[in-house]
């Protein structure tokens, strides 16, 4: 890898960084020079990648554990337009030309009743979410950690690099157990029944309110708390 690409690795991993997360996905491409549109294109690229995989993997685990609607509504697939929220797509355009981006797709339904464990089942389905986006992540460093990529691969380098970063930014943000967030889903299933109850009780109430004060205000915290696991992460693919 040449001395130019570390450099410019560098910077986006501070910027990316600096996010400290994402809701589907936000990532910070700041201090690159301005918003140059390659990196404008790969980030979007890298969302548009991520989060139909993240919803296709939601919908394939709902499928296997006995619910068909995924496979009627036809969400088994990677293809974007499957999983397309105008809202989402529209905050993923915007957010990204002013320097993070941040959007999601539509969520998959289920039916938890149509579970034979609907408690264990459920935090099943959403475990797979960031489950693949990990493995997309894999995928993305396998370039580095075989050698493929030669001195003038300097832009599929990074786009892997970006992709990487999106998808571990966004396995971990959507662990964060606050609703609608994968991670909720996941803590529930590990509570007595009783705390579980009361535990979706506040997340009904307060969860999406949480949300979206720790996106847009609390930056910081995010930081604070997924920098540390996302470094470790990221190093671990890259082998440094």
Known sequence: ?????????????????????????????????????????????????????????????????????????????????????????????????????????????????????????????????PTSNLLLAVLFALPFRLNLLSAGDEGLALFCYICIMVNISLMLFNLIPIGPLDGAKVVAAFLPDYQAHEFWKFQERWGTILLYGLVFFGRPILSLVLMGPMNVLVGLLLGR
Do not use: Y
């Open 1 to 129: 890898m040449s001395d130019r690409l570390r450099q410019l690795f560098s910077r986006v991993h501070s910027a990316l960084g600096a996010s400290g997360g994402m809701f589907a996905a936000i990532v910070l491409l700041q201090g690159l020079g301005g918003r140059e549109p390659q990196l404008v294109m790969m980030q979007l690229l890298a969302l548009v990648i991520a989060i139909p995989v993240h919803e296709f993997a939601h919908a394939l685990s709902t499928v296997n554990n006995g619910d068909p609607g995924p496979k009627r509504e036809g969400r088994l697939s990677i293809l974007p337009w499957d999983h397309f929220d105008v809202m989402g797509a529209v905050f993923c355009v915007f957010s990204t030309i002013a320097g993070f981006g941040l959007g999601w797709g539509r969520p998959v339904r289920f039916n938890p009743g149509l579970f034979k464990n609907p408690k264990v089942d459920t935090a099943k389905v959403a475990a797979w979410g």
